[in-house]
């Protein structure tokens, strides 16, 4: 565990332009000692060992490598799937809020207050604190209430207050503005458990470190089922931890591409989409320089997908250096392709994946003929059940037309 020497953030938490600390003063103080016990914390091998045992007993890990051999076999590439949707919770973020747990822990905090929009880092923010003991309050936006109601239950039922964010787009941007007021308010005695790679420093670097378990995990399971590394990993991005999280292992290896998939919501040229990285322009987003999707006046825009959890208008900043760099690329996936995607692997392979997820299977999709007879592995991020109820709202008129080319 946190053996990749990969580029770091500089000591002002920047990845080349972006990142670094844009909050109020109050907050500075409490983003610092966070950064020291961090740091005391990942070379320190009782962590690792308090870490690595949670991720054995508590989320279930390894998490399988898995091929679906009728996707790949339609797709013409070798189809790899890290089934993150396995997980105890049903997502990748139990990762990040049981390593974030041990350090709040550390530092001696009892209270704990986090965002969520499609849920899943709620329910995990919810369990990690039922199992250490904590007091958890979720903010959550009223849609994203409404479109993931079962999320909702689940948090209730492990202990959690959750408070409806009712201002704004009602969604994760807003749920998080909540969150750092609250944060602000009750500084002295909190911990703020961010969910994605996003925000001030160090939550980038900190929620990578954490995540990065599923690149490192996915490069000896390929490794071990080819005999070689991947030529391509993918992942969905709003955020981007799960897509951090599996490119870190591999950002040294110039025959490894990297793609993350946004979400083009009703289409990039509708202007209802979320796709920050292919449209976005630089600012500051809840503390980070990155980019954000803005109005011509230079206001956060609404972004939109069907997707509760790729509903974001920023994306965290190690991205924004990748793409920038060149080390990484970053396309899009339409709802309709999303929810055909998922309709597709459900038939064809018995897996609910969750719509997050479904759009990296529909961009795979797309670019599939670019990368004939190669072998992929795609980060399945979670499951699907949340999802039920809203996809039964937008059940595609074809489903057995495959996935969406």
Not at 260 to 277: F, I, N, Q, W, Y
Request: a neutral charge.
């Amino acid at each position: 565990m946190f053996e990749v020497t990969t580029e770091r953030p500089d000591a002002r938490g920047f990845f080349g332009d972006y990142g670094g600390r844009y909050v109020p003063e109050v907050l500075m103080p409490a983003l610092i000692e966070l950064e020291r016990a961090y740091g005391v914390a990942r070379t320190d091998a009782t962590f690792a060992a308090a870490y690595a045992t949670l991720l054995r007993e508590v989320v279930g890990r390894p998490s399988i490598l898995y091929e679906p051999k009728r996707l790949s076999a339609e797709l013409g590439l070798r189809v790899l799937l890290k089934r993150e949707d396995l997980n105890h919770t049903g997502a990748h973020k139990i990762n990040n809020t049981l390593g974030q747990a041990l350090i709040c822990q550390r530092m001696g905090k009892r209270r704990v207050i986090a965002e969520t929009g499609a849920g899943q880092h709620g329910v995990a923010t919810a369990t990690a604190c039922a199992l250490f003991g904590f007091t958890c309050i979720v903010y959550m936006g009223a849609e994203d209430m409404r479109r993931q109601a079962l999320n909702v239950e689940r948090m209730r039922l492990l202990g959690a207050t959750i408070v409806p964010v009712t201002s704004g787009t009602r969604t994760l941007k807003d749920a998080m503005n909540e969150a750092l007021r609250d944060w602000v308010t009750n500084v002295a005695s909190t911990y703020y458990m961010v969910g994605s790679a996003a925000g001030p420093h160090p939550y980038p670097m900190l929620v990578r470190d954490l995540q990065a378990v599923i690149g490192e995990e996915a490069r000896a399971q390929c490794q071990e089922l080819c005999g070689r590394l991947p030529d391509l990993v993918m992942a969905s991005v709003g955020g981007g931890s799960t897509a951090i999280g599996l490119f870190h292992a591999f950002v040294g290896d110039a025959g490894v591409a990297r793609i993350g998939v946004e979400a083009a919501g009703d289409g990039l040229e509708s202007g209802r989409h979320a796709a920050t990285l292919n449209r976005g322009r630089i600012g500051v987003l809840h503390g980070a320089r990155t980019l954000v999707l803005q109005t011509e006046g230079g206001q956060i825009a609404g972004a939109h997908s069907q997707a509760a959890g790729l509903d974001y208008p920023g994306v965290g900043p190690e991205h924004c250096y990748l793409q920038a760099t060149g080390r990484a690329r970053y396309i899009t996936a339409d709802d309709r392709a999303a929810v055909r995607a998922l309709e597709h692997l459900a038939r064809s392979e018995g897996i609910i994946a969750a719509l997050e997820s479904a759009h990296a299977v529909a961009g795979l999709a797309a670019i599939a003929p670019e990368y004939s007879g190669a072998t992929v592995v795609v980060g399945l991020s979670g499951r699907g059940d949340k999802d039920v109820p809203q996809l039964s709202l937008h059940v595609s008129t074809s489903l057995d037309g495959g996935v969406a080319q």
